[in-house]
């Protein structure tokens, strides 16, 4: 599997942005998807997860009215919607995935990783 994330760029505080990720390769029915992010000196930490067959989705909970994940599967793509952007989301977003179908929060349980794209909120 290969991911390849994009969208990412600088935006003002309130903005909204949609970051993709294109999924190559084997994506068996039990495949899962997932964001995280990683600001600078701080841990990677979750943001949302999709499972690619049924849809169901599961969002960090600070996040929750404001970061949508969602999938398109003819196209192969997953997305993250984000919307009233704050500087605290500043950070490089990676989208991950796990062949066997977790979709949690814990990141040493995905497999593959794409190679991030940055997003930067300014004040």
């Known amino acids: 599997v290969q991911l390849q994330a994009s969208g990412g760029g600088l935006v003002q505080a309130g903005a909204s942005l949609r970051l993709s990720c294109a999924v190559s390769g084997r994506t068996d029915i039990n495949y899962a998807l997932a964001w995280f992010r990683q600001a600078a000196g701080k841990e990677r930490e979750f943001v949302a997860s999709i499972l690619w067959s049924e849809g169901r989705t599961n969002v960090e909970d600070s996040l929750k009215g404001r970061f949508t994940i969602s999938r398109d599967n003819a196209k192969g793509t997953v997305y993250l919607q984000m919307s009233s952007l704050t500087p605290e989301d500043t950070a490089l977003y990676y989208c991950?995935?796990?062949?066997?179908?977790?979709?949690?929060?814990?990141?040493?349980?995905?497999?593959?990783w794409g190679q991030g794209t940055q997003v930067t909120v300014s004040s």
């Open positions: 991950a995935a796990d062949p066997a179908g977790y979709f949690g929060a814990r990141y040493t349980r995905y497999d593959y």
